[in-house]
């Protein structure tokens, strides 16, 4: 499990990624979506910037971004 920050419909950071590299791609699931694919554009020390392989609809997003603020801060 990982967790995913400051998503957007592009998308999102993760603070921490073993073996994390720009030439291999992601596979992330969200609950309650389809498996992602997203692509590293960039990495920091331990965080890494990923870009989804095709933008999320509006609608999903906020979807995502509703059920977060549901779960609370322990969860999101």
């Known amino acids: ?4 920050e400051d998503i957007s419909e ?3 950071r993760i603070a ?3 073996n994390g590299s720009p030439d291999k791609p ?6 309650g979506l ?7 554009c960039w990495h920091e020390g ?8 095709a933008p999320l ?3 999903v997003f906020e979807n ?3 059920q977060a603020l549901i779960a609370g801060p322990q969860n999101s």
């Open 1 to 4: 499990m990982i967790r995913l």
């Open 26 to 31: 992601l596979w992330i699931k969200i609950p």
């Open 16 to 18: 921490w990624l073993p």
């Open 64 to 66: 995502i971004v509703r």
């Open 46 to 53: 331990r965080s890494f910037g990923c870009k989804f392989d």
């Open 10 to 12: 592009q998308g999102f």
């Open 34 to 40: 389809q498996v992602l694919k997203a692509n590293i």
């Open 57 to 59: 609809h509006i609608a």
